[in-house]
Nanobody, 118 residues
Framework: QVQLVESGGGLVQAGGSLRLSCVAS????????MAWFRQAPGKERELAAR????????YYADSVKGRFTISRDNAKNTVYLQMNSLKPEDTAVYYC???????????WGQGTQVTVSA
């Protein structure tokens, strides 16, 4: 099992920045990839960015490309999401997720609220 705990959400004005953190514990040696998903009110959960745990290969949704950066610190078992040039449409609950090799994103954090005011 893997436990994930997010932090770093909050209220920010449009154009501002936030950095989210997600600390993993438990069977962290078995983690293959980590991701940040988000869910806005009335909308389905969507993938924002993901990263492989060992090689650091990244993927970004078009909606966040060029503004968000996902990174990881293996020594700290932590994955980050640096969010710049935030827009009101980025307002959502952001969830950290993890998966083992060959598996789906089965491990989830509790979520952290990000609110961007116009």
């Amino acid at each position: 099992q893997v436990q994930l705990v997010e932090s770093g959400g909050g209220l920010v004005q449009a154009g501002g920045s936030l950095r989210l953190s997600c600390v993993a514990s438990g069977r962290t040696a078995s983690i293959y990839g980590m991701a940040w998903f988000r869910q806005a009110p009335g909308k389905e959960r969507e993938l924002a960015a993901r990263i492989t745990w060992s090689g650091g290969i990244t993927y970004y949704a078009d909606s966040v490309k060029g503004r968000f950066t996902i990174s990881r610190d293996n020594a700290k078992n932590t994955v980050y999401l640096q969010m710049n040039s935030l827009k009101p449409e980025d307002t959502a609950v952001y969830y950290c997720a993890g998966r083992m090799i060959g598996g789906s994103f089965n491990y989830w954090g509790q979520g952290t609220q990000v609110t961007v005011s116009a």
